[in-house]
């Protein structure tokens, strides 16, 4: 997980709600370019990685689809909102402030892998509708970092409020994740071991890891900062 700087709202989506101010969520469903839009305009400000797991999200109309609009703010957030008539989860619904771009939380994996139940799910589709306190749209949970990475793949965090977000919340050690949050330490450790990364380079290192190529990010790259900055 890493921080997100939210980008405008797409056009589409902000001239829908000049015309329909009460407008919620599942008003979408009969506007589906709206909805493409905003696929899009998630995927380009995340640079193609789930906010949560930080697997690769994608759109394609034709081929594929992983990516899932999640609302930080859940929409069965029943809080009444002083002078109007909706609820928080109603208003937040269509406010892009409000949106993430999630995977699918490991579906597809685990029907080619004839897996199933909750416990191999996780983001979103583990989430459900469980408020979390860490918000990949502010930057005080990464600077310093809220969070770490272990040797073993797994995610974790001195706080023990976070790491509830983290491990049981979004489930963030399911196996599949730990083993390629693994492979990406492996990485590193190799490419130091080869003297492929040292002091000196490490600097430049992690500023092509965070340097987005053709508009994309390196899935799980944070995994790779982490542990050059920890090794090196």
Not at 19 to 31: C, H, I, V
Not at 168 to 189: G, I
Request: hydrophobic fraction near 35%; aromatic fraction near 8%; glycine fraction near 6%.
């Amino acid at each position: 997980m890493v921080f997100i700087q939210k980008g405008p709202a797409p056009a589409s989506l902000t001239s829908y709600l000049a015309t329909n101010p009460t407008a919620t969520y599942d008003n979408l469903k009969s506007n589906k370019n709206i909805k493409i839009d905003i696929y899009n305009s998630l995927i380009a400000e995340q640079y193609g990685l789930c906010a949560y797991c930080m697997t690769r999200i994608l759109y394609n109309p034709i081929t594929d689809r992983n990516i899932q609009i999640e609302h930080y703010i859940p929409q069965s957030d029943s809080t009444l909102v002083a002078g109007s008539s909706q609820t928080l989860g109603q208003i937040k619904s269509l406010d892009y402030t409000n949106m993430l771009g999630v995977c699918d939380g490991g579906k597809q994996y685990n029907k080619d892998n004839s897996l199933s139940g909750l416990e191999n799910l996780s983001c979103d589709a583990h989430r459900g509708n469980t408020p979390l306190t860490i918000n990949p749209l502010d930057n005080s949970f990464f600077s310093p970092r809220a969070f770490e990475y272990k040797n073993s793949g797994e995610i974790d965090s001195a706080n023990s409020v976070i790491k509830t977000d983290l491990v049981d919340t979004l489930h963030l050690n399911v196996l599949r994740l730990v083993s390629l949050r693994k492979q990406a330490m492996n990485k590193v450790v190799t490419m130091i071991s080869k003297g492929q990364i040292t002091s000196a380079n490490k600097a430049q290192r992690i500023t092509e890891l965070k340097t987005p190529k053709n508009g994309q990010l390196e899935a799980f790259f944070d995994v790779s900062v982490f542990f050059i900055d920890k090794l090196v």
